[in-house]
C-alpha cells in the first residue's frame, strides 16, 4: 500500500481545466489560528511554485484562466504558514494567516452556509464586510 | 456580488472525470472534534444524495468510477455531522466524526506531510494503523 508519490504535487493526476488546458490540483485553504476551513481554489503548477516562493497564497482561477494572487484586488491575503500535500499528493493544503474576509461574499469563510438532511439550507453567521466596499 | 446559486451543490459546475464522463464536486472532511482536514475526495450527485439520506460518507471514485463508501472495506467510516456548501456551491465540506484512520496509509489524516519552501518533504507523525492489517 505504501506506493507515495515521489513528485509533491502530482500535476500530471489532476483535473482537466476544460477551458485553458491546464492540470489543476485542489487546494484548500484552512485559517492557522481558528482551524476553520475557509474556501478551496485551485493551482496549477505555476501557482504551486509561486506560492512556495513568496509565501502567499497564488491561485489558479478557472472562470479567467489565470494565476489569481489571492487578495490582489480586496487586499484579503493569505500569508501562508505551513503547506501540506496528501497522501496521493494530489490536494493541496494551506494553513493561512488570512487578513479580512476569504469569501468574496463578504463572509470570513467561503463556508458560511449549512444544508438539513432535508436540503434545507441555513445561513449561521453576520457578513464581515460588504462586498460592494471590496469589489464594487 | 450577491449571486448565490438556488441549487446546491451545482454539480453541473463540476470538474469532468475524464474517466467516466461525470460532474464531479471535491468534498472536503474535516473531523468534527479536532478540527483538523482529514482527506478530499469528489462526490457526484448520487454519492451526495446518499451521504445526506445515510448520515455516512460516500463519494465517488475516480479511479474505479462508482461510488465509494468511506469505511466499506476498512471499517474507517465517517459519520456525516455537519454539511455545508461553499459560496459558489461547488465544494463541499462534511464535519465528521472518523473512525480509526481517514488515510490508506494509515495515517489520521491525509495531509501527514509537509512542504518546505525547498520543496523538501517531512513526515510528522506516526501511522495510526498497519494499511497491510486493514487492506491486505
Known sequence: MSDLPASLPNFAAGVLCEASGDRLLPAIAQDVNSG????????????????????????????????????????????????????????????VDQTGAACHEGYASCFFRSVGADNSIEIHEPRLVDPADVYG
Open 36 to 95: 476553520r476551513v475557509l474556501m478551496l481554489a485551485w493551482m496549477n503548477e505555476s501557482a504551486w511554485k509561486e506560492t512556495l516562493s513568496t509565501g502567499r497564497a497564488v491561485y489558479f482561477s478557472r472562470s479567467r484562466g489565470k494565476l489569481w494572487r489571492k487578495g490582489e484586488t480586496s487586499g484579503h491575503q493569505q500569508l501562508v504558514r505551513r503547506v501540506q500535500v496528501d497522501c496521493d499528493a494530489d490536494t493541496i493544503l494551506l494553513h
